[in-house]
């Protein structure tokens, strides 16, 4: 069975753009969160979302937003890029909103010049 | 003080040593543990998953959970060079999905 796939696999964007990555949570899994992971940190939540319902939501500003749609894939956006967006941004899905473990993907590497 | 502590490491270890990898945290409302191993430029794999305070086995790898300390430890035997990556403990309260990180500790197996 295939894991949660992240597209793309690597996006350079400049200071004030937007950006929007994709996600796809490994089949039968209904909830995905998303994670951001700065170079020496570890993931850093950014929002939950079950049944397409925004379920959680980290620390991080109004530039930051997502959605989930009825097949259960994901987007988050981002605007009004910033140096400080630079970083590995993780999809993580699981069976439902409670106990369950998340599985992540690979990530999508942002840069910001 | 952070919710989850680990030292970063690195730490470096002979291909056959055992190994203990630990954390600390602050929140006891934590009640699920999950440890994850990351590989340089791939996202976090889920090895264990354990639920209150106990020991879990799987393989070279048991987790091992102390709830009045606020003490997690992994333990690796007989580590390989395959091991070498970064370790995540990253536990969660009881209804709630969101996983709060560690930085992590790099480990090195040297053959």
């Known amino acids: 069975d295939a894991g949660v796939t992240q597209s793309p696999t690597h996006l350079i964007k400049t200071r004030g753009q937007q950006v929007t990555l994709r996600c796809s949570p490994i089949?039968?899994?209904?909830?995905v969160s998303w994670y951001q992971q700065v170079l020496g940190q570890g993931p850093q939540f950014i929002f939950q979302?079950?049944?397409?319902?925004?379920?959680g939501r980290g620390n991080f500003p109004d530039r930051f937003s997502a959605r989930q749609f009825p097949n259960y894939s994901s987007e988050l956006n981002v605007n009004a890029l910033l140096l400080g967006d630079s970083a590995l941004y993780l999809c993580?899905?699981?069976?439902?909103?409670?106990?369950?473990?998340?599985?992540f993907g690979d990530g999508t590497r942002l840069s910001i010049l | 003080q952070k919710e989850v502590e680990q030292d970063p490491g690195p730490l470096s270890v002979p291909e056959g040593a055992i190994v203990s990898l630990n954390c600390t945290y602050s929140?006891?409302?934590?009640?699920?543990f999950m440890w994850y191993r990351q590989y340089s430029r791939k996202g976090p794999e889920l090895l264990m998953y354990?639920?209150?305070?106990g020991n879990k086995e799987d393989g070279r790898f048991t987790a091992q959970v102390d709830k009045s300390s606020k003490y997690i430890s992994l333990f690796i035997r007989d580590s390989q060079p395959s091991d070498s990556a970064t370790y995540l403990c990253?536990?969660?309260?009881?209804?709630?999905?969101?996983?709060?990180f560690g930085k992590g500790t790099m480990l090195l197996v040297s053959p």
């Open positions: 993580a899905s699981s069976l439902g909103q409670g106990e369950q473990p998340q599985h």
């Open positions: 089949s039968g899994h209904k909830s």
């Open positions: 979302y079950y049944e397409k319902e925004e379920r």
């Open positions: 929140n006891s409302a934590f009640q699920y």
């Open positions: 354990t639920y209150s305070s």
């Open positions: 990253a536990p969660r309260e009881s209804g709630y999905s969101t996983l709060t």
